[in-house]
């Protein structure tokens, strides 16, 4: 079965709970949804929020609001990042 949403690709560069949630539902509907994070400034931070299934940074809610999404690190402060940032974009369907 193809989902209505197929073929489109997302790029998400959002946290904490309306973003993550609003995604995870393009994706289920099969939008191909790349999650951007910045570890070295903590990365999502429903990372934080409890319980936790297998330890620190393992967090239910961020599994739950991440399901079927791809994701990637980049620091957006560094050539390098923002030239990723950039072959992503040209590739993108949308910018949340």
Known sequence: MTL????LRILAAEHWAAGPYATGYLAD?????IKIENRRQG?????????FYLGED??????????NK???TLDLKQPDGQGVLRRLVATADAFM
């Open 29 to 33: 509907l099969g939008a191909d949804v």
């Open 58 to 67: 393992d967090s239910h809610v961020f599994q739950a609001f991440n399901r």
């Open 4 to 7: 209505p949403l197929a073929g």
């Open 43 to 51: 990365g999502d931070a429903c990372r934080t929020l409890g319980p």
């Open 70 to 72: 791809r994701s990637l």
